[in-house]
């Protein structure tokens, strides 16, 4: 979903399709628009927004390079929380400290986490995006990659519009169809966005009171938690197999603390049954993070451990914690999208199965780099440095 450096500017530029791209183009909406009628989607809202859908060539660009998977975590990160975005969550925390409790009373979910989401969706509303969101989605959802899920969101976008929700010439957002100041895609805009400041319309544009309390009842739709934080930032002791920071390796958090895990302050971790998770992604050289139950919510926001990462830094940081511990490694290697490709081809090739050969470093490719760095005793930390990458011929 979404997003910041997510929600950077984006200028989309028409290029010139080919007749036969057009073609399909228009065959893949006449089959959208046959799903939809029978959804209950009138025919006069199907066509009145489907005859204004274009085809988006720059957007199928940008699916293909989203900075959660082909970016390293070190520039990742140093882009998603600076200083001046730090520093402008605190100044809105005060500036709207009375909404925002209202809403964590209501919702259980703390001031920060909201600010934390808006701050990295639209850097708190400077940037809505400016694409027109049905053809974003009629773009992906004609394109095999994931067009099942966009075709969802599409027809979504037409029940909004034939509800009289949201003016179709105010639908404008992201490449990838997100909207408001807190980026909600159409279902979710649907089943999630409500009007908290009783003018009868559930405005995530113009209405930050609609924006926290939709973005703090999805929260909550999706399991958060109270009480607890999203995880934390921890050191490992010098002799812990690393073996263990597999993600499948859930514990809770008194096996870590039996393990000689410490908080930064090289205090043991609580010794309470929550289950938690070892992250390493900067590798083992990088900041070492437990994440918890509330850290699955966010994933439940946007599927990417990066932007989860970056969420609960971001939101420690507004609630008033310094910088990261553990310095983010300065020399991790900045892979191109053939270079992944590479990497996964020559994986699957040793019989370490990373997935799809398509350039992007997600969970399965990390889990095969894990399974080879253990067939040849390197540390199994899942990161694709440089002597993993020199064994494996790349570059």
């Known amino acids: 979903m979404k997003k910041q450096l997510l929600a950077a500017t984006l200028t989309i530029t028409l290029l010139p399709i080919p007749a036969s791209a057009t073609v399909d183009f228009d065959n893949c909406l006449d089959g959208i628009r046959d799903r939809a009628l029978e959804e209950g989607v009138s025919p006069g809202t199907a066509d009145r927004v489907l005859a204004r859908v274009e085809f988006l060539d720059r957007v199928i660009e940008l699916d293909r390079r989203q900075p959660e998977f082909t970016t390293p975590f070190t520039d990742y990160l140093e882009r998603s929380v600076t200083k001046q975005r730090v520093e402008r969550g605190r100044e809105l925390l005060r500036t709207h400290r009375a909404l925002l409790q209202r809403v964590q009373r209501r919702t259980g979910v703390p001031s920060a986490y909201l600010l934390a989401f808006w701050g990295l969706e639209t850097n708190y509303g400077s940037y809505f995006g400016g694409t027109f969101v049905p053809s974003a989605l009629a773009t992906l959802a004609c394109d095999p990659r994931r067009s ?27 490449w990838a169809g997100a909207m408001g ?57 010098g002799d812990l197999d690393f073996a263990v920071a597999e993600p499948s390796q859930r514990r809770p958090l008194a096996d870590w603390r039996r393990l000689g895990v410490t908080d930064v302050a090289g205090q043991p971790v609580a010794d309470l049954e929550l289950p938690a998770t070892l992250l390493l992604p900067a590798g083992h050289r990088g900041p070492a993070f437990l994440v918890y139950p509330n850290f699955d919510v966010i994933l439940g926001w946007n599927r990417s451990e990066y932007y989860a990462l970056a969420v609960g830094h971001l939101a420690d940081r507004i609630g008033g914690a310094g910088p990261l511990h553990t310095p983010l490694p300065s020399d991790a290697p900045r892979l191109s999208r053939d270079e992944v490709m590479q990497l996964q081809a020559a994986l699957n090739a040793r019989g370490f199965d990373s997935g799809e050969v398509d350039g992007i470093l997600g969970p399965a490719t990390r889990d095969a780099i894990r399974g080879y760095q253990l067939s040849r005793g390197l540390i199994p930390d899942g990161f694709p440095d440089r002597t993993l990458l020199a064994r494996l011929d790349i570059r």
Do not use: C
């Not at 966009?150 to 037409?158: G, P, R, S, V, Y």
């Not at 034939?162 to 105010?170: F, K, M, R, T, V």
């Not at 999805?218 to 934080?229: D, I, N, S």
């Open 148 to 174: 099942e899920f966009f075709t969802d969101e599409l027809i979504a976008a037409l029940r909004i519009v034939q509800d009289d929700a949201l003016p179709l010439d105010s639908m404008q957002g992201s």
């Open 181 to 237: 100041h807190v980026q909600f895609m159409p279902s979710v805009f649907l089943r999630h966005a409500v009007d908290a400041d009783g003018d009868g319309r559930r405005d995530l544009w113009n209405s930050i009171p609609d924006a926290m309390l939709s973005a703090a009842s999805f929260l909550k739709e999706l399991g958060w938690e109270t009480g607890y934080r999203w995880g934390r930032e921890v050191l490992l002791p």
